[in-house]
């Protein structure tokens, strides 16, 4: 997260060339990061109790996507497995209000 917090501030809101080294950097590092989940997600939810209503895992991982969706730094058409959960989570959580 903190890699997608860097391009936000430093590409979209300073508008600081998104070629830098310090911002391809993080960007690398985020893309791969967001690659391992996708490839690993399966696994990791098999690992989760199977009598919960909740899972802190669950509900970060959603928000990481959501945020993802609402200030876009990477595309996320190349993680079809994160966004295939967060699109199933969305609907499978709204019995639960979040109100942060």
């Not at 070629?19 to 996708?38: P, Q, S, V």
């Not at 690992?47 to 730094?73: G, K, M, N, Q, W």
């Amino acid at each position: 997260m903190a890699g997608q917090v860097q391009i936000a501030f430093g590409v979209l809101i300073c508008k600081l060339p998104e070629e830098n080294i310090y911002f391809a950097k993080a960007r690398k590092g985020f893309e791969g990061a967001l690659a391992w989940f996708d490839a690993h997600l399966a696994e990791a939810a098999g690992r989760l109790p199977s009598a919960r209503d909740l899972s802190l895992f669950e509900v970060s991982l959603f928000y990481l996507i959501d945020h993802l969706t609402f200030r876009p730094t990477v595309p996320l058409a190349p993680y079809r497995a994160l966004v295939s959960f967060a699109d199933e989570f969305s609907v499978s959580s709204t019995a639960y209000r979040f109100d942060f």
